[in-house]
Nanobody, 117 residues
Framework: QVQLVESGGGLAQPGGSLRLSCAASGFTFSNYAMNWARQAPGKGLEWVSRILSDGSDTYYTDSVKGRFTISRDNAKNTVYLQMNSLKPEDTALYYC??????????WGQGTQVTVSS
């Protein structure tokens, strides 16, 4: 069955960096776009970034452009989110998800990112 397992979250100081990973299994990873989304305390789910199946193009929500970078390694069935210049408002539970726009069908369990001094 499809499994998405996120890791790499934790506590970071404002201005710091974290790198999230999402290990995928149970499907042909290289055939699917992958996403990162987040949910801050008391707020709704927010899409953060998407990468196409072959890594040829990436997309970001405006609030993370220039600070976050999504990438993937199809040989390792893993998608990454490099987060730099972190801000307190980046504090959230971060999820990876499989699929393109309007076609996301599986989610991981999430990894917590807390940005605080």
């Amino acid at each position: 069955q499809v499994q998405l397992v996120e890791s790499g979250g934790g506590l970071a100081q404002p201005g710091g960096s974290l790198r999230l990973s999402c290990a995928a299994s149970g499907f042909t990873f290289s055939n699917y776009a992958m996403n990162w989304a987040r949910q801050a305390p008391g707020k709704g789910l927010e899409w953060v970034s998407r990468i196409l199946s072959d890594g040829s193009d990436t997309y970001y929500t405006d609030s993370v452009k220039g600070r976050f970078t999504i990438s993937r390694d199809n040989a390792k069935n893993t998608v990454y989110l490099q987060m730099n210049s972190l801000k307190p408002e980046d504090t959230a539970l971060y999820y990876c998800a499989k699929g393109g726009p309007g076609n996301v069908d599986y989610w991981g369990q999430g990894t917590q990112v807390t940005v605080s001094s």
